[in-house]
């Protein structure tokens, strides 16, 4: 009995684990959504959340088009330096 109540224990504590783990991810997650926000209003001068949801929604198709064209410009050079494929011989 005492090795399955170890086990149980065991068990126990890596939920507790689990349990802080996802509490600390959640203050990670939240805490870098503050900072991201609050740098974005200060560089951009704007004080009110309206206004800034307002030009986010307005640079948003601007800022994806430029991600992938980014990402696009990435798999190219990888490509180039790693060529899936390389001639047999």
Sequence with gaps: MLVKQNTKEQILSIEEQIKRLKEKQKRILNNTQREI????MDSWEVEDVNEAKELIDSFNHQVKSLSEASSSKEDD?????????????
Excluded at 37 to 40: E, S, T
């Design 37 to 40: 926000g609050k740098y974005l």
């Design 77 to 89: 050079e990888e490509e180039k330096n790693f060529p899936q494929n390389p001639p047999k011989g």
